[in-house]
């Protein structure tokens, strides 16, 4: 016996599992970190990793919380 998904369930968006709130505010501080260095890299080092200074920048910007 096969299961069988209705198809509207294929359009559903995929919830993610609730994070501990301690797990969560790391996650949140890391890319708050990790974008920051981002936006210091120089030129030639975004380069290297085909990155614009403008997606660095913008990368830098976004909020803690959009993981």
Known sequence: MSAHLHPAALFRPMRRPARP???ALMLMLRAFRTRQT????DDHILRDIGVTRLDARIEARRAPWDL
């Not at 981002?38 to 890299?41: R, V, Y």
């Open 21 to 23: 709130w301690g797990q």
């Open 38 to 41: 981002l936006d210091e890299l």
